[in-house]
């Protein structure tokens, strides 16, 4: 089915170390972005890319780093993990126009122990 | 900068019972207005949206009007079932090209048989 992949579903880390986060969308977006949730925080923003070969910060990009790989893809990074970064994320992409709203993947919950 | 404003909650209901979960809004210019829906361990699904004032968004037996003057997007429900209990949310996506959403911290909603 078209839409927003993400992997893995379910992560554990240890501090401070490293990993990846993978997001692919196939219906052709421009913009992606990565968010995360918190209980009682809502959706936050952490970093987008408004096409290919852009990349900005958002609410909270403080820790991450992002990689626009081509128009598919959109990967985000954690050098160092934190406890404070344990939350359910969220890859999203969207059409042209903001009347349109995202298309959300499914999430990965990463725990930081 | 835009920020929305919604119910907390929790919010718990009686089967067939009548549902407003509240939304107000601030934003410089004309946004659109989206309500989200998270059912338990799934990502965000575009329930309905608004792109101008005075628009009815409407979807599954749900409504929402673009009120402008109120800066307000109101959820309702005539008749909730089991089926909705879940998290809603409320966003706004302004304008310029990046259309970044921004969200309410959510609501949930148990609807008891």
């Known amino acids: 089915n078209a839409g927003v992949t993400q992997t893995p579903k379910f992560q554990v880390l240890k501090t401070g170390q490293s990993m990846t986060l993978q997001c692919a969308q196939d219906?052709?977006?421009?913009?992606m972005y990565w968010y995360r949730q918190d209980p009682g925080m809502g959706l936050r923003l952490i970093y987008y890319s408004a096409s290919e070969g852009t990349t900005d910060k958002g609410e909270v990009p403080n820790g991450y780093n992002v990689s626009r790989l081509n128009k598919r893809e959109f990967s985000l990074r954690l050098e160092s993990a934190a406890p404070s970064q344990t939350s359910v994320y969220f890859c999203a992409s969207r059409a042209p126009g903001g009347q349109y709203g995202y298309t959300f993947g499914s999430g990965t919950r990463l725990t930081v122990v | 900068g835009n920020s929305v404003t919604q119910m907390e909650g929790p919010v718990t209901l009686s089967e067939e019972a009548f549902l407003t979960i509240n939304c107000t809004y601030t934003a410089t210019g004309y946004p659109s207005l989206f309500w989200y829906v998270q059912y338990p361990g799934e990502g965000l699904q575009l329930l309905l949206k608004a792109t101008k004032a005075d628009d009815k968004g409407s979807n599954k037996g749900f409504e929402a009007t673009y009120r402008k003057e109120t800066t307000s997007f109101h959820l309702e429900k005539g008749s909730v079932q089991v089926s909705d209990s879940a998290v809603y949310f409320c966003a706004l996506s302004g304008g310029g090209s990046n259309y970044k959403l921004t969200f309410g911290k959510g609501t949930l909603l148990t609807v008891n048989p």
């Open positions: 219906m052709n977006h421009n913009s």
